[in-house]
């Protein structure tokens, strides 16, 4: 689900904590949006609250593709980047897995 859907549910529900949690995200990955379309380079406007959960995600999938002895990218993420939910991560271990076939053999020593 897009971010803007996911904000449209809090909405719905009229869950305050909700909506500005996903506010905070639709911002930022609206602004993410348009510095790719538009190739521009802005300073983005985000919350310090948003910022800290974006910085710890990323750490958290770093982590999680390491594990698996993938490198992380964000293109991966195309499901979402909500580590919390397995369908998630294995849409992005499986794109991964196929972008770095590699990876996919176990290294010993020195191999390269």
């Known amino acids: 689900m897009s971010e803007l859907g996911e904000l449209l549910v809090e909405c719905v529900r009229f869950n305050r904590k909700g909506v500005s949690d996903e506010l905070g995200d639709f911002l930022m990955a609206a602004q993410c949006w348009a510095a ?46 909500n580590h919390a939910k397995p369908e998630k991560v294995l849409a992005a271990l499986s794109l991964a897995r196929r972008d770095q076939p590699w990876q996919n053999v ?4 020195n191999q390269r």
């Open 36 to 81: 790719t379309v538009t190739g521009l380079d802005w300073p983005m406007v985000i919350s310090i609250k948003t910022l800290t959960k974006y910085t710890q995600r990323i750490k958290r999938w770093e982590a999680i593709f390491a594990a698996e002895g993938l490198e992380f990218d964000p293109k991966y993420l195309t499901g979402g980047g």
């Open 106 to 109: 176990k290294r010993t020593g």
